[in-house]
């Protein structure tokens, strides 16, 4: 070992020293934080699933590569830094002795080769995502950047370093081949062989050249263990973990679909029982949040995606996706000194630690802990209330998540406490609440007329109770029964079924709003109260039936979300399927048959609970090519399918806030030419026909359902028929 291999081994085992002590640090105190979540149980079940779900999403990259070139360079850099951390290792040796290399595996060809082309393709991703970051930075006028509120220079840090570490990686493999102590062949290492043809035969650079290395590599460590909220380098960390953890690994959509119980101490609320001094309500405090959610917002790696399709931050609204968890996020980790030392506030407001505890704790996170989680920015608020009801729900940011966050269980249990302990909620939205209560509508309309729109049709509609037996039970919904638009449809499913000879039955008076608005705005009281009624006439209507045979279709998404993915929750097990895919199985064997085409283009817009929330793409779309010359898709179609406005409980609140998201929805169906917007949801119905009314084209666009498009198909000649006596 000559005089500059010690100079270089010293500094690389000091600086290596000190990242490995703070790296250690850094990640027990993130454990440490993250367990200061509440319990969540059922986080641990079925781990075969759950890592066969980790390694398909990380080493298969499933969610990255739906944008492709995105996708693709990061998976080059994904398996960059894994494999050749390994030249990382070896650059320990090197620096003690120029001829060294790794142990066993070293003198490899093959080890040679493997590491040769990831090291080029490696190079080659990370150029790209510098030249996508740099092309979308938030300053550039000409585009709204998805990278608008990330920490900037973290990403470029990170991005410099890996570029670094892979140059180097070639530098330090060129002075091998200089000094005629590389072990590979040409053929092997074409790269690494140019790089040495114009490097010098100096032996002590094969050990400086090792060092940089090192050094770039440990003051990175030591960056991101100094700055233990940079998401964007510790995802590759706890990108696992969370993957591992996700809500539903075996189903596609985690995330999505039904809603979390309200809970409290890992266990489903009991309102029977509940008591707001002894039960959690909701979540008030960010340690009120399960331990998941805590390493949900350590997890975010700021890449925006959930940002750039939300629709209320596409449309002006204060809510971004993003920015709410980094919010999150910061405030835990600000607050942390004061949870660790003992701190919190009881279920009543009181301190739980006393005062000696808190003696020593930092002034600013005793100041952080006093800041509530939802408040204006006069109040100090982490969550402004405007950011937290402009959410609908839509799941467009846990769709498009590359690390499995879960925004909307999260947003959902804030709404909980603001409604439940606090009574703070739009007002707007009171007035559908108490509907739900009274009327068991959110309309408010007399429960004796839901059966109205079966008036006029010239067959009678069954009820339940009065035919022996039935193989569908169809789900009006509240809208399906009051909403004169969504009563079309209505007209249109119960024609088509009945042509198609399905025998199916309504509930009329008997049923009741799912509850589906009520949960979404954050009232778990009163959708359980509604869950629990309709469970007991459903489970009354089919009786001994066994789950598989007790088969429920519903018209409106939400309904058939509630239905078939909440019910669960409260003792209810049903079979329900959407009316498009009932539709297009009757379609496919026949027993419906389209014989005059509908003309004048369709376009169809895909609604959130359908497509995003429960993976229901194809169906409308088979109907609607079998009706049809073929469906203009918009640019935003089905995982990307854009919200109309009216989830989340919107749909009775007032967006008062930046553009309206109906418009834009519409002018993007408008952007297709089609003369027909097809939907599948009373909720996109009103919101769309209201966007096409307020364009001023109602006369030469019409918004109708699927089921509308299929009748006037099946049946040219009765084409009007549903549409009559509406209002009867």
Not at 285 to 302: A, H, P, S
Request: net charge negative; charged share 20%.
């Amino acid at each position: 070992m000559g005089s500059l291999q010690i100079v270089t081994t010293v500094l690389a085992a000091a600086i290596t020293a000190v990242a490995v002590w703070l790296a250690v640090r850094a990640v027990l105190r993130m454990v440490a934080v993250v367990r200061q979540g509440q319990p969540d149980p059922e986080r641990f079940n079925d781990k075969g699933t759950r890592t066969k779900t980790m390694l398909t999403e990380t080493v298969g990259h499933t969610r990255m590569l739906r944008w492709s070139v995105v996708g693709a360079a990061h998976w080059f850099v994904m398996i960059g830094f894994i494999v050749l951390s390994t030249l990382v290792l070896e650059a320990y040796f090197e620096v003690v002795s120029p001829t060294a290399g790794l142990p066993l595996i070293g003198h490899w060809v093959v080890f040679g080769l493997v590491t040769e082309i990831i090291g080029v393709l490696g190079t080659v991703g990370i150029l790209v995502l510098i030249g996508i970051r740099l092309a979308n930075r938030p300053a550039n006028p000409n585009r709204r950047s998805r990278f608008t509120g990330s920490t900037m220079w973290q990403g470029y840090f990170v991005e410099a370093v890996v570029l670094a570490v892979l140059v180097f990686g070639f530098v330090i493999r060129g002075f091998k081949v200089a000094t005629d102590h590389f072990e590979y062949p040409l053929w092997a290492t074409p790269v690494s062989h140019a790089v040495g043809a114009v490097l010098p035969a100096w032996e002590g650079g094969i050990s400086v050249a090792a060092l940089i290395k090192i050094c770039i590599s440990m003051t990175w460590l030591i960056v991101i263990a100094l700055n233990v909220t940079m998401g964007v380098a510790w995802h590759r960390f706890s990108a696992f973990p969370n993957i591992f953890f996700k809500r539903n690994p075996g189903q596609p959509g985690s995330g999505l679909g039904a809603l979390r119980p309200m809970m409290s101490d890992g266990k489903p609320l009991d309102f029977e029982e509940a008591d707001p001094e002894k039960d959690q309500f909701g979540v008030a405090q960010v340690e009120q949040f399960t331990w998941k959610g805590l390493l949900d917002f350590t997890t975010c790696t700021e890449c925006g995606r959930c940002q750039s399709q939300c629709p209320a931050w596409n449309t002006g609204k204060p809510l971004s996706p993003k920015l709410l968890v980094l919010s999150l996020r910061d405030h835990a980790y600000a607050k942390a000194p004061y949870l660790l030392a003992g701190g919190g506030k009881d279920l009543t407001g009181e301190e739980k630690a006393t005062a000696a505890q808190l003696a020593h704790v930092d002034v600013l996170a005793l100041a952080e802990a006093d800041r509530p989680l939802i408040g204006g920015a006069e109040e100090g608020g982490i969550i402004d209330p405007d950011v937290l009801w402009s959410c609908t729900t839509c799941g467009a940011c846990v769709e498009q998540c590359p690390v499995d966050i879960e925004h909307i269980d999260h947003i959902v249990d804030m709404r909980r406490y603001q409604v439940l302990i606090e009574s703070s909620f739009p007002s707007e939205a009171g007035v559908m609440l108490r509907n739900l209560e009274n009327k068991g509508n959110p309309w408010g309309a007399p429960p004796n007329t839901r059966e109205d729109w079966t008036k006029g049709l010239d067959f009678e509609v069954p009820r339940v109770g009065e035919v022996e037996d039935f193989e569908y039970l169809f789900w009006v919904g509240c809208a399906g029964a009051f909403e004169d638009r969504a009563k079309k449809t209505t007209r249109a499913v119960a024609t088509l079924l009945h042509e198609a000879g399905v025998d199916f039955a309504i509930l009329g008076e008997g049923e009741t709003c799912t509850g589906d608005p009520a949960r979404r705005l954050g009232n778990e009281f009163v959708f359980q109260m509604l869950a629990q009624q309709n469970v007991e006439t459903l489970n009354e209507a089919f009786g001994d039936r066994e789950p598989a045979k007790r088969k429920i279709v519903a018209t409106c998404p939400h309904c058939f979300n509630t239905l078939g993915n909440e019910y669960g929750q409260v003792g209810g097990h049903f079979e329900v399927v959407h009316h498009t895919q009932l539709l297009a199985h009757l379609v496919a064997t026949g027993k419906l048959t389209p014989v005059q085409p509908i003309d004048g283009g369709v376009t169809y817009h895909d609604p959130c609970y359908l497509g995003r929330h429960n993976r229901v793409f194809s169906p409308p779309r088979e109907v609607l090519d079998s009706a049809t010359q073929g469906v203009t898709e918009m640019p935003r179609n089905s995982e990307r399918s854009f919200c109309c406005g009216a989830g989340g409980a919107r749909m009775w609140m007032e967006e008062r806030i930046g553009k309206r998201i109906n418009v834009d929805r519409v002018e993007e169906a408008l952007s297709t030419g089609a003369k027909t917007i097809a939907v599948g949801c009373p909720f996109c119905t009103t919101m769309l026909s209201d966007g096409v009314t307020g364009k001023g084209v109602a006369e030469e666009v019409e918004v109708i359902d699927v089921a509308t498009v299929l009748l006037r198909s099946v049946k040219p000649e009765a084409q009007s028929q549903p549409e009559a006596a509406t209002t009867a």
